[in-house]
């Protein structure tokens, strides 16, 4: 038993090198939607707020499904909406701490912005996976309900006749009535409880479904469809001439939508593992993506490619090794392999090892140490025709500076 441990003991020590990650390999992906609320008032470059608190809200012909259902936007301080008028302000948006807070008292118009287009940028990718990430709390719970909510909407000028929910095309909704907490993802709805308390809630549509994440926990889906949002609106929009009530009032800690990466598979210097990198070498550094049933290396956008932030100085195609698993995550100088060809084309580059050791350097702030383990990123993103999804891929290196 003794022997045992000692011989474990001894593999321990080989492969107890610090292995030093250089750049973020481990975050998720690409956000391309992010807010935090930080500072004092709303952002206006990502979020409408040309009538957060006043000017037009909708008008609906009808009272149930008043948010899909035909209307009109107009400004309800000076045009009534089925004979009633609103003086503004329409309750607060209040930014402070990091976190933003909507309120609306006894009255009949809540806060409500928005993120899409054609006045602002889509916060969702055109197509392709996506993670939607929301933390927010309800303050109280009233009987008009307001929230947050995902949705394909094909112009969000809120101009005529242009229903804000349009039918069928909601993706995800957060919203609390006096009917209690619940989301609907498309269409599903399920109830959340401890409406006080600030949850997380993370939409993943990976591969074409939907799935929903509150606090980590699997709640809902995966539900496949092919409708994606490119809208997110908060507060609420319409004007309820039916009633004058008090508003559910909520905090929000932050919204983010992410592209996750496709991990790839790397190899540096194939055939060989370890994987040596030479600082003093005036020559070049091999690294392969290696091709996979799933990953056909000529959908790469060559010229997106980098290792930390160096770009190839060229790039070929030829079968030259074999994927170790896992791709992202390495814990050692030995999680490589030296396989050749597996029958998948891989594309082969080269760098300047020069320019590779300055961006290590750079990246540490000092000089690389002889004998050290470092794992290097490599990043980029298909060609647009396949989506322009990024992609992260990690090999380690073992410094050779004598
Ligand atoms: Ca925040
Ligand atoms: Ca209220
Ligand atoms: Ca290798
Ligand atoms: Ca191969």
């Keep these: ?28 992906g690409i ?29 609906s ?14 400004d309800i301080g000076l045009e009534p909406c089925h004979d009633f008028t609103q003086v503004p ?48 709390k309800y303050d109280s719970i009233q009987s008009h309900g307001d929230g947050l909510s995902a949705l394909f909407w094909n112009n969000t000028d809120p101009v005529g006749n242009n229903p804000p929910s349009p039918a069928g095309q909601g993706v995800f909704s957060i919203w609390a009535d006096t009917s209690g907490l619940r989301t609907t993802t498309v269409g599903e709805q399920i109830f959340v409880t401890d409406p006080f308390f600030f949850h997380h809630y993370r939409l993943e ?35 309820t001439y039916w009633g004058i009530s008090d508003w559910s009032d909520f905090t929000i800690d932050f919204v983010r939508v992410t592209v996750p990466h496709i991990e790839i598979p790397l190899d540096i210097k194939p055939q060989s593992c370890p994987n040596p990198l030479n600082a003093k070498s005036q020559g070049v550094l091999p690294i392969a993506i290696l091709g996979t049933d799933n990953i056909n290396v000529k959908t790469i956008d060559t010229a997106s490619i980098r290792l930390l932030n160096v770009a190839p100085l060229r790039s070929s195609f030829e079968d030259v090794s074999t994927p170790f698993k896992p ?76």
């Excluded at 309750?91 to 009949?108: D, K, L, M, R």
């Design 327 to 402: 791709f992202i995550g390495k814990n050692s100088e030995f999680d490589c392999t030296n396989l050749g060809p597996d029958g998948f084309l891989d594309m082969t580059l080269k760098f300047d090892t020069q320019e590779v050791i300055k961006a290590i350097e750079a990246f540490l702030n000092r000089a690389v140490v002889d004998g050290e383990a470092l794992i290097l990123p490599l990043t980029g993103n298909l060609l647009d025709e396949f989506g322009r999804k990024p992609l992260l891929g990690e090999d380690v290196v073992i410094v050779i500076s004598k």
């Design 61 to 74: 012909s009808t009272i149930w499904n008043h948010h899909s259902n035909p209307g009109n936007w107009q």
């Design 1 to 28: 038993m003794k022997k045992i441990a000692k011989k474990d003991w001894i593999i321990g020590i080989f492969v107890s090198l610090v292995l030093v990650l250089i750049s973020n390999s481990a975050s998720e």
């Design 205 to 239: 549509y990976i591969s074409g479904a939907y799935s929903l994440f509150i606090d980590g926990i699997l709640k809902v889906g995966p539900i496949a469809t092919n409708l994606l949002p490119n809208t997110i609106w908060i507060g609420n929009p319409v004007f």
């Design 89 to 136: 302000p329409y309750g607060a948006i209040t930014v402070s701490g990091g976190q933003a807070i909507f309120s609306g008292g006894y009255t009949q118009s809540f806060p409500y912005i928005w993120a899409g287009p054609p006045s602002r940028l889509e916060p969702f990718p055109s197509i392709g996976d996506f993670i939607l990430e929301i933390r927010m």
């Design 31 to 59: 956000q391309i939607f992010e807010d935090d609320f930080n500072g004092t008032t709303i952002d206006s470059t990502k979020w409408n707020t040309e009538i957060a608190t006043t000017g037009k809200r909708w008008c």
